[in-house]
C-alpha cells in the first residue's frame, strides 16, 4: 500500500483530562485489544509520518511514529499544533485528537482531497453548521501567525483561525455520521457509553412512558431481526419480578443455601445465581454471541437509545438527549418537526432499517 507523504498527521494527547479524573486519554481502553492511541494510530496506518504530541508530564510508549513535547506547560491545542507544524517533515499536517477515538481511514481520506496550498487551514463542518478545528489539515503557512499569538500569550484557538484563510469542509451532504465520527471521549460516562456501543457489541435501549409500546415495539423489531438473519437478544429489568418462583425445586435449593443454579432442558437453559453487587454492566458480557440487544426501557443508563413518544401517553422526551439515536412516534406534529430526527411508530421498517445503518450490520 503506498504511503502518504505530502502530509504528516499529527495525535493531540498533551491535554490535562480533567473531566476523565486526570487519566491520560491516549491509553484509556477503546476495546478489549486496543487503547485510544492504538485505535486512532491504527485509522492513520497509511501516513508516512506520524507524530504523537504529549505534555512535559508525561511518559508512554506510542505504538508508532514520533513523540513532539509541548514547550510552554498548559496552553491548550495550540502548544501541540504549533510544535506539530514545527516538527512536521511536509507541508502540511493532519491534526485530530486522542479523545475522538471512532475517526476511520475513509473519513481522513475524505478530508484528505481537500488539501491545498491556497489555504492556511481545512477544516470539518458538520451538518448543524459546528465546526471541529481539532480535526482537520493545517499548513505551515499558518506557522507565523501562531508564533505571533504564543509571543504575545494568547493561546485562545478561535484567535488563531480567526486569523487563518480557512476552507470549511460541509458533512451536510455525505453520509459520513459526524455524531458517531466527531464525538470526544470526556467523560467517564461518555467512556462507558463509547465501551457499550461503538468498540463492542451494540446495545440499543426502547424508551418511553408507561404503556408507550415499548414491548411490543422490540416483538416488532425482533421478527426483522430474525428474518434478516441476526441473531438478537433481549434485556429487561422488573424489579418486582421474582426469579426464584421460576421453578419449585430451584426455589427449594437457594433457601437451603445454593448460591446458583442450573435449569436446562432440550432447547433451553436458565441460569440463576445471586447478585453480589448492583454493577448492570458486569451482565453485559454474557451477551457476546449475538448481533445485536435490544433492551427495555434503561433510560437512565449510557446506552444508546430509541425514545417512544406516543398520542395519549406522553409526547414530552423523558431520556438523556445525548445518547438518543432518534424518535419514534405516531404524533404527526412530531414526525413533521424537522429539529430533532424521528420515523413514524408504525413503520417498524424503517426503523429496523435505521438501526442497522446506525450499528453497521
Do not use: W
Not at 2 to 11: E, T
Not at 21 to 47: C, G, H, P, Q, V
Not at 71 to 89: R, S
Not at 262 to 268: D, I, V
Request: with cysteine.
Amino acid at each position: 500500500m503506498n504511503k502518504i507523504r505530502n502530509i504528516d498527521a499529527l495525535i493531540l494527547a498533551g491535554g490535562k483530562s480533567s473531566r476523565m479524573d486526570f487519566m491520560d486519554k491516549a491509553l484509556l481502553k477503546y476495546d478489549k485489544n486496543r487503547t485510544f492511541l492504538e485505535k486512532i494510530t491504527d485509522e492513520l496506518s497509511n501516513f508516512e509520518n506520524l507524530m504523537v504530541s504529549i505534555n512535559k508530564k508525561q511518559n508512554f510508549i506510542i505504538p508508532r511514529g514520533t513523540i513532539v513535547t509541548d514547550t510552554i506547560d498548559n496552553i491548550g491545542p495550540i502548544e501541540g499544533i504549533y510544535q506539530g507544524l514545527l516538527n512536521c517533515k511536509s507541508d502540511f499536517i493532519f491534526v485530530t485528537t486522542c479523545d475522538m477515538p471512532n475517526i476511520t481511514k475513509e473519513f481522513v481520506n475524505f478530508l484528505l482531497q481537500f488539501i491545498s496550498h491556497d489555504y492556511d487551514a481545512v477544516i470539518i463542518k458538520d451538518s448543524k453548521g459546528k465546526t471541529y478545528p481539532l480535526f482537520g489539515i493545517y499548513n505551515k503557512s499558518a506557522l507565523s501567525t501562531l508564533e505571533g499569538l504564543i509571543m504575545d500569550k494568547n493561546y485562545r484557538l478561535q484567535d488563531f483561525l480567526s486569523e487563518l484563510n480557512i476552507k470549511y469542509i460541509s458533512l451536510a451532504n455525505t453520509t459520513f455520521d459526524s455524531y458517531k465520527l466527531l464525538k470526544s471521549i470526556d467523560t467517564q460516562e461518555e467512556l462507558k457509553f463509547n465501551s457499550i456501543f461503538m468498540g463492542n457489541k451494540p446495545f440499543i435501549a426502547i424508551c418511553g412512558a408507561k404503556n408507550s409500546g415499548k414491548t411490543l415495539l422490540i416483538e416488532e423489531l425482533l421478527k426483522h431481526l430474525n428474518d434478516a438473519g441476526f441473531k438478537a437478544a433481549t434485556i429487561k429489568f422488573d424489579s418486582n419480578y421474582n426469579l426464584n418462583e421460576l421453578d419449585d425445586e430451584l426455589s427449594r435449593y437457594k433457601k437451603s443455601g445454593a448460591k446458583g443454579s442450573l435449569l436446562f432442558s432440550k432447547n433451553n437453559y436458565i441460569l440463576l445465581k445471586d447478585r453480589v453487587n448492583n454493577n448492570f454492566f458486569q451482565y453485559l458480557n454474557y451477551f457476546k454471541d449475538f448481533d445485536i440487544i435490544l433492551l427495555e426501557d434503561f433510560k437512565h443508563e449510557p446506552f444508546p437509545k430509541i425514545e417512544i413518544l406516543k398520542e395519549g401517553i406522553s409526547l414530552n422526551p423523558s431520556c438523556n438527549p445525548t445518547n438518543l439515536l432518534f424518535y419514534v412516534s405516531d404524533s404527526q406534529k412530531i414526525l413533521e418537526d424537522k429539529t430533532f430526527k424521528s420515523i413514524n411508530l408504525k413503520d417498524t421498517i424503517s426503523i429496523f432499517k435505521e438501526i442497522l445503518k446506525i450499528i453497521n450490520l
